[in-house]
Protein backbone atom coordinates (compact mmCIF):
# COMPACT_ATOMS: atom_id res chain seq x y z
CA UNK A 1 0.00 0.00 0.00
CA UNK A 2 1.24 3.55 -0.57
CA UNK A 3 1.29 4.84 3.20
CA UNK A 4 2.37 1.19 4.33
CA UNK A 5 5.60 1.21 6.37
CA UNK A 6 8.10 -1.77 4.84
CA UNK A 7 8.47 -4.14 7.65
CA UNK A 8 11.27 -6.61 6.68
CA UNK A 9 11.76 -10.60 7.96
CA UNK A 10 10.65 -14.07 6.87
CA UNK A 11 10.92 -16.12 9.90
CA UNK A 12 8.20 -18.25 10.77
CA UNK A 13 7.05 -15.55 13.53
CA UNK A 14 6.98 -12.57 11.77
CA UNK A 15 4.92 -14.65 9.07
CA UNK A 16 2.43 -15.62 11.33
CA UNK A 17 1.60 -11.73 12.61
CA UNK A 18 1.85 -10.66 8.80
CA UNK A 19 -1.25 -12.67 8.29
CA UNK A 20 -2.77 -11.65 11.49
CA UNK A 21 -2.61 -7.71 9.97
CA UNK A 22 -4.00 -9.63 6.74
CA UNK A 23 -7.37 -10.16 8.55
CA UNK A 24 -7.47 -7.91 11.23
CA UNK A 25 -6.91 -4.82 8.98
CA UNK A 26 -9.82 -4.44 7.16
CA UNK A 27 -12.60 -5.01 10.26
CA UNK A 28 -13.69 -2.08 12.75
CA UNK A 29 -12.22 -4.55 16.10
CA UNK A 30 -9.81 -2.89 18.15
CA UNK A 31 -6.48 -3.98 18.16
CA UNK A 32 -3.98 -4.76 21.00
CA UNK A 33 0.10 -4.78 19.94
CA UNK A 34 2.31 -6.16 22.84
CA UNK A 35 6.03 -7.34 22.60
CA UNK A 36 9.55 -5.86 23.92
CA UNK A 37 10.19 -2.26 23.78
CA UNK A 38 11.96 -1.80 19.58
CA UNK A 39 10.56 -4.85 18.22
CA UNK A 40 8.12 -2.11 16.38
CA UNK A 41 4.98 -2.23 17.25
CA UNK A 42 4.23 1.38 15.81
CA UNK A 43 4.99 -0.08 12.16
CA UNK A 44 2.25 -3.05 12.60
CA UNK A 45 0.19 -0.29 14.02
CA UNK A 46 0.39 1.88 10.61
CA UNK A 47 0.06 -1.28 8.52
CA UNK A 48 -3.19 -2.06 10.24
CA UNK A 49 -4.21 1.55 9.47
CA UNK A 50 -2.48 1.68 5.60
CA UNK A 51 -4.83 -1.53 4.80
CA UNK A 52 -7.58 -0.75 6.46
CA UNK A 53 -11.27 0.98 5.16
CA UNK A 54 -10.08 4.15 7.64
CA UNK A 55 -6.76 4.79 5.27
CA UNK A 56 -7.34 8.19 4.02
CA UNK A 57 -8.74 9.07 7.29
CA UNK A 58 -6.15 10.71 9.80
CA UNK A 59 -3.14 8.20 11.64
CA UNK A 60 -3.18 10.06 15.08
CA UNK A 61 -0.58 8.24 17.57
CA UNK A 62 -0.70 9.34 21.41
CA UNK A 63 2.70 8.25 23.25
CA UNK A 64 0.71 7.90 27.16
CA UNK A 65 4.30 7.42 29.08
CA UNK A 66 5.07 10.69 27.25
CA UNK A 67 2.92 12.97 28.01
CA UNK A 68 2.62 14.49 31.73
CA UNK A 69 -0.37 12.57 33.57
CA UNK A 70 -1.87 16.16 34.18
CA UNK A 71 -2.09 16.76 30.87
CA UNK A 72 -3.38 13.34 29.03
CA UNK A 73 -6.70 13.53 29.78
CA UNK A 74 -6.89 16.98 27.80
CA UNK A 75 -4.84 15.75 24.94
CA UNK A 76 -7.01 12.76 24.25
CA UNK A 77 -10.63 14.56 25.00
CA UNK A 78 -9.88 18.39 24.65
CA UNK A 79 -10.47 20.91 26.82
CA UNK A 80 -12.87 23.93 26.82
CA UNK A 81 -12.45 27.62 27.52
CA UNK A 82 -11.35 27.94 30.92
CA UNK A 83 -11.29 24.84 32.05
CA UNK A 84 -8.28 25.23 34.08
CA UNK A 85 -5.40 27.71 34.62
CA UNK A 86 -3.98 28.61 30.69
CA UNK A 87 -6.91 27.00 28.91
CA UNK A 88 -7.94 30.22 26.98
CA UNK A 89 -9.32 28.55 23.97
CA UNK A 90 -11.38 25.82 23.36
CA UNK A 91 -8.88 22.53 21.69
CA UNK A 92 -10.25 19.20 20.22
CA UNK A 93 -8.50 16.00 21.72
CA UNK A 94 -6.96 13.42 20.32
CA UNK A 95 -10.18 11.54 19.51
CA UNK A 96 -12.01 14.54 17.49
CA UNK A 97 -8.92 15.27 15.83
CA UNK A 98 -8.86 11.28 14.79
CA UNK A 99 -12.39 11.11 13.69
CA UNK A 100 -12.79 8.93 10.61
CA UNK A 101 -9.45 7.45 11.33
CA UNK A 102 -7.10 5.74 13.16
CA UNK A 103 -6.31 6.45 16.83
CA UNK A 104 -2.96 5.14 18.66
CA UNK A 105 -2.14 4.80 21.88
CA UNK A 106 0.92 3.76 22.36
CA UNK A 107 2.27 2.51 25.86
CA UNK A 108 -1.48 2.31 27.22
CA UNK A 109 0.01 0.48 29.97
CA UNK A 110 1.35 3.48 31.64
CA UNK A 111 -2.32 5.12 31.86
CA UNK A 112 -3.64 6.09 35.12
CA UNK A 113 -7.28 4.14 36.69
CA UNK A 114 -8.78 7.23 36.70
CA UNK A 115 -8.41 8.11 33.22
CA UNK A 116 -9.21 4.59 32.06
CA UNK A 117 -12.26 5.05 33.42
CA UNK A 118 -12.88 7.64 30.46
CA UNK A 119 -11.24 5.71 27.88
CA UNK A 120 -13.20 2.62 28.28
CA UNK A 121 -16.39 4.77 28.34
CA UNK A 122 -15.31 6.37 24.99
CA UNK A 123 -14.48 2.77 23.39
CA UNK A 124 -18.04 1.51 24.34
CA UNK A 125 -19.92 4.60 23.54
CA UNK A 126 -18.28 6.12 21.04
CA UNK A 127 -18.87 9.36 22.88
CA UNK A 128 -16.36 12.00 24.75
CA UNK A 129 -16.64 15.15 26.85
CA UNK A 130 -13.71 17.60 26.60
CA UNK A 131 -12.44 18.95 30.14
CA UNK A 132 -14.63 21.39 31.63
CA UNK A 133 -17.27 20.60 28.81
CA UNK A 134 -20.75 18.93 29.77
CA UNK A 135 -21.74 18.44 25.56
CA UNK A 136 -21.14 14.49 25.03
CA UNK A 137 -19.56 14.64 21.39
CA UNK A 138 -19.65 11.74 19.25
CA UNK A 139 -16.69 10.42 17.65
CA UNK A 140 -15.97 8.00 15.12
CA UNK A 141 -12.36 6.13 15.81
CA UNK A 142 -10.95 3.15 15.36
CA UNK A 143 -8.55 2.42 18.57
CA UNK A 144 -5.25 0.61 18.05
CA UNK A 145 -3.14 0.51 21.46
CA UNK A 146 -0.01 -1.30 21.99
CA UNK A 147 2.05 -1.95 24.76
CA UNK A 148 5.76 -3.25 26.42
CA UNK A 149 4.01 -4.78 29.48
CA UNK A 150 2.30 -7.61 30.12
CA UNK A 151 -1.38 -6.26 31.30
CA UNK A 152 -2.58 -9.78 32.25
CA UNK A 153 0.01 -8.96 34.98
CA UNK A 154 -1.13 -5.40 35.40
CA UNK A 155 -4.63 -6.57 35.73
CA UNK A 156 -3.80 -8.79 38.68
CA UNK A 157 -1.98 -6.78 40.29
CA UNK A 158 -4.71 -4.28 39.85
CA UNK A 159 -2.73 -1.26 37.85
CA UNK A 160 -5.23 -1.78 34.79
CA UNK A 161 -8.59 -2.66 34.78
CA UNK A 162 -9.92 -5.80 33.83
CA UNK A 163 -12.61 -4.86 31.80
CA UNK A 164 -10.39 -2.18 29.25
CA UNK A 165 -8.42 -5.19 29.16
CA UNK A 166 -10.66 -6.97 27.38
CA UNK A 167 -12.03 -4.01 25.54
CA UNK A 168 -8.44 -2.77 23.82
CA UNK A 169 -7.51 -6.74 23.40
CA UNK A 170 -10.48 -7.70 21.20
CA UNK A 171 -7.53 -8.80 18.54
CA UNK A 172 -4.23 -9.40 20.33
CA UNK A 173 -1.19 -9.19 18.04
CA UNK A 174 2.17 -10.26 19.79
CA UNK A 175 5.39 -9.02 18.24
CA UNK A 176 8.45 -11.67 18.78
CA UNK A 177 11.66 -10.09 19.95
CA UNK A 178 14.43 -9.82 17.30
CA UNK A 179 16.48 -12.59 19.09
CA UNK A 180 14.00 -15.43 18.47
CA UNK A 181 13.81 -14.42 14.75
CA UNK A 182 17.12 -16.16 13.68
CA UNK A 183 18.30 -14.92 9.80
CA UNK A 184 16.44 -11.95 10.31
CA UNK A 185 18.61 -10.33 11.82
CA UNK A 186 21.07 -10.51 9.20
CA UNK A 187 18.66 -9.23 6.56
CA UNK A 188 17.44 -6.48 8.93
CA UNK A 189 21.33 -5.48 9.10
CA UNK A 190 21.85 -5.55 5.47
CA UNK A 191 18.78 -3.70 4.79
CA UNK A 192 19.79 -0.99 7.39
CA UNK A 193 23.44 -0.92 6.31
CA UNK A 194 22.61 0.07 2.73
CA UNK A 195 20.09 2.69 3.65
CA UNK A 196 22.56 4.55 5.47
CA UNK A 197 25.27 3.84 3.40
CA UNK A 198 23.31 5.57 0.46
CA UNK A 199 22.31 8.30 3.29
CA UNK A 200 25.93 8.84 3.74
CA UNK A 201 27.03 8.89 0.24
CA UNK A 202 29.48 5.88 0.57
CA UNK A 203 29.71 2.40 -1.17
CA UNK A 204 27.68 -0.72 0.21
CA UNK A 205 29.09 -2.23 3.54
CA UNK A 206 29.10 -6.48 3.25
CA UNK A 207 29.00 -8.31 6.37
CA UNK A 208 32.15 -10.66 7.15
CA UNK A 209 31.43 -14.13 8.20
CA UNK A 210 32.54 -13.49 11.67
CA UNK A 211 30.84 -9.93 12.04
CA UNK A 212 27.62 -12.00 10.76
CA UNK A 213 28.10 -14.54 13.41
CA UNK A 214 28.55 -12.44 15.80
CA UNK A 215 24.97 -10.27 15.25
CA UNK A 216 23.31 -13.45 15.16
CA UNK A 217 24.81 -14.32 18.75
CA UNK A 218 24.02 -11.12 19.93
CA UNK A 219 20.87 -10.95 22.11
CA UNK A 220 19.82 -7.42 21.17
CA UNK A 221 18.02 -6.06 24.40
CA UNK A 222 16.89 -2.89 22.28
CA UNK A 223 15.54 -5.40 19.06
CA UNK A 224 15.13 -3.45 16.21
CA UNK A 225 15.79 0.15 16.99
CA UNK A 226 19.08 -1.13 18.85
CA UNK A 227 20.08 -2.83 15.46
CA UNK A 228 18.96 -0.45 13.19
CA UNK A 229 21.21 2.35 15.52
CA UNK A 230 24.02 0.08 15.14
CA UNK A 231 24.31 0.03 11.30
CA UNK A 232 24.04 3.60 11.37
CA UNK A 233 26.89 3.93 13.24
CA UNK A 234 28.55 1.26 11.20
CA UNK A 235 28.02 3.38 7.96
CA UNK A 236 30.04 5.87 9.19
CA UNK A 237 32.96 4.26 11.19
CA UNK A 238 34.10 1.59 8.89
CA UNK A 239 36.75 2.40 6.95
CA UNK A 240 36.79 -0.90 4.63
CA UNK A 241 34.57 -2.13 2.30
CA UNK A 242 33.55 -5.13 4.79
CA UNK A 243 32.31 -4.80 8.58
CA UNK A 244 34.83 -6.85 10.34
CA UNK A 245 33.97 -8.41 13.97
CA UNK A 246 36.36 -5.39 14.97
CA UNK A 247 34.27 -2.75 13.52
CA UNK A 248 31.04 -3.79 15.93
CA UNK A 249 30.40 -1.97 18.67
CA UNK A 250 31.95 -2.20 22.06
CA UNK A 251 28.67 -3.54 23.59
CA UNK A 252 28.14 -6.47 21.50
CA UNK A 253 31.97 -7.57 22.33
CA UNK A 254 31.45 -7.05 25.94
CA UNK A 255 27.91 -9.03 26.32
CA UNK A 256 29.10 -11.90 24.05
CA UNK A 257 32.55 -12.25 26.24
CA UNK A 258 30.57 -12.35 29.32
CA UNK A 259 28.10 -15.09 28.33
CA UNK A 260 25.36 -13.10 27.43
CA UNK A 261 24.94 -14.35 23.93
CA UNK A 262 21.41 -14.69 22.47
CA UNK A 263 19.17 -17.57 21.13
CA UNK A 264 19.07 -16.00 17.63
CA UNK A 265 22.30 -18.32 15.85
CA UNK A 266 20.72 -21.30 17.17
CA UNK A 267 17.00 -20.47 16.41
CA UNK A 268 18.34 -19.92 12.55
CA UNK A 269 20.45 -23.28 12.94
CA UNK A 270 17.06 -24.77 14.23
CA UNK A 271 14.16 -22.87 12.10
CA UNK A 272 13.80 -26.33 10.76
CA UNK A 273 13.47 -28.15 14.15
CA UNK A 274 13.85 -28.79 17.28
CA UNK A 275 14.59 -32.65 16.64
CA UNK A 276 17.58 -32.25 14.22
CA UNK A 277 19.98 -34.31 17.16
CA UNK A 278 16.83 -36.62 18.18
CA UNK A 279 14.78 -35.86 21.25
CA UNK A 280 15.31 -32.29 23.36
CA UNK A 281 14.63 -33.01 26.78
CA UNK A 282 11.86 -35.29 26.14
CA UNK A 283 10.45 -34.04 22.88
CA UNK A 284 10.15 -34.68 19.44
CA UNK A 285 10.25 -32.10 16.39
CA UNK A 286 10.45 -31.93 12.62
CA UNK A 287 13.78 -32.46 11.10
CA UNK A 288 15.67 -30.61 7.98
CA UNK A 289 15.28 -32.41 4.63
CA UNK A 290 17.80 -32.44 2.18
CA UNK A 291 15.14 -32.23 -0.20
CA UNK A 292 13.09 -29.83 0.55
CA UNK A 293 15.52 -26.66 1.64
CA UNK A 294 17.18 -25.38 4.57
CA UNK A 295 13.96 -24.90 6.07
CA UNK A 296 12.39 -27.95 5.32
CA UNK A 297 10.09 -30.33 7.03
CA UNK A 298 10.11 -34.24 7.35
CA UNK A 299 6.92 -35.75 9.37
CA UNK A 300 8.66 -38.44 11.95
CA UNK A 301 7.74 -41.93 10.84
CA UNK A 302 7.44 -45.11 13.15
CA UNK A 303 11.24 -45.55 12.68
CA UNK A 304 11.52 -42.44 14.73
CA UNK A 305 9.38 -43.64 17.49
CA UNK A 306 11.11 -47.30 18.36
CA UNK A 307 14.17 -45.04 18.09
CA UNK A 308 13.07 -43.08 20.62
CA UNK A 309 11.26 -45.92 22.59
CA UNK A 310 8.03 -43.64 22.30
CA UNK A 311 4.25 -44.76 21.81
CA UNK A 312 1.70 -42.55 19.48
CA UNK A 313 0.54 -41.43 22.99
CA UNK A 314 4.27 -39.79 24.21
CA UNK A 315 4.86 -38.83 21.39
CA UNK A 316 1.72 -36.20 21.02
CA UNK A 317 2.31 -35.81 24.27
CA UNK A 318 5.72 -34.69 24.18
CA UNK A 319 4.92 -32.35 21.11
CA UNK A 320 1.98 -30.67 23.07
CA UNK A 321 4.39 -29.76 25.58
CA UNK A 322 6.58 -28.35 23.52
CA UNK A 323 4.35 -26.02 21.81
CA UNK A 324 2.97 -24.85 24.93
CA UNK A 325 6.01 -23.72 26.67
CA UNK A 326 7.29 -22.30 23.27
CA UNK A 327 3.87 -20.23 22.66
CA UNK A 328 3.50 -19.09 26.58
CA UNK A 329 7.09 -17.95 26.08
CA UNK A 330 6.40 -15.95 22.70
CA UNK A 331 3.47 -14.10 24.37
CA UNK A 332 5.57 -13.51 27.26
CA UNK A 333 2.68 -16.02 29.36
CA UNK A 334 -0.34 -14.43 28.21
CA UNK A 335 -3.22 -17.10 28.30
CA UNK A 336 -4.91 -15.35 25.62
CA UNK A 337 -2.08 -14.49 23.26
CA UNK A 338 -0.87 -18.17 23.76
CA UNK A 339 -4.28 -19.42 22.90
CA UNK A 340 -4.25 -17.06 19.89
CA UNK A 341 -1.14 -18.44 18.62
CA UNK A 342 -2.36 -21.98 18.56
CA UNK A 343 -5.48 -21.52 17.59
CA UNK A 344 -7.04 -22.86 20.21
CA UNK A 345 -9.75 -21.01 22.92
CA UNK A 346 -8.40 -19.29 26.17
CA UNK A 347 -10.24 -21.42 28.00
CA UNK A 348 -8.79 -25.08 26.42
CA UNK A 349 -5.15 -23.55 26.65
CA UNK A 350 -5.85 -23.51 30.52
CA UNK A 351 -7.34 -26.78 30.81
CA UNK A 352 -4.06 -28.34 28.91
CA UNK A 353 -2.29 -26.45 31.35
CA UNK A 354 -3.56 -28.04 34.13
CA UNK A 355 -3.38 -31.20 32.83
CA UNK A 356 -0.06 -30.63 32.40
CA UNK A 357 1.56 -29.07 35.61
CA UNK A 358 2.06 -25.84 33.79
CA UNK A 359 -0.33 -23.30 35.01
CA UNK A 360 1.60 -20.79 37.49
CA UNK A 361 -0.65 -20.54 40.66
Request: neutral net charge; charged residues 25%; hydrophobic residues 40%.
Amino acid sequence: MPDEPVIIGKDTSLRAVFAQVEKVAPTESTVLVTGETGTGKEMIVRALHARSQRCKGPFVPVNCGAIPHDLIESELFGHERGAFTGALHARPGRFEVADRGTLFLDEVGEMELSLQVKLLRALQERVIERVGGTQPRKVNVRVIAATNRNLEEEVARKTFREDLYYRLSVIPIHLPPLRRRGSDILELARYFLGIYCSQNGREPLLLSDGAARMLLEYPWPGNVRELENFMNRLSILTEGPMVEPGDLPEKIHRALQSGQAGDAARVQQDQAGRAAEGAVAGGFGPVPSETSGAQGFVWPGIEDLARLGMTLKDFLGCMEHNLLLEALERSQGSHQQAADCLGIKRTTLIEKLKRKGLLKA
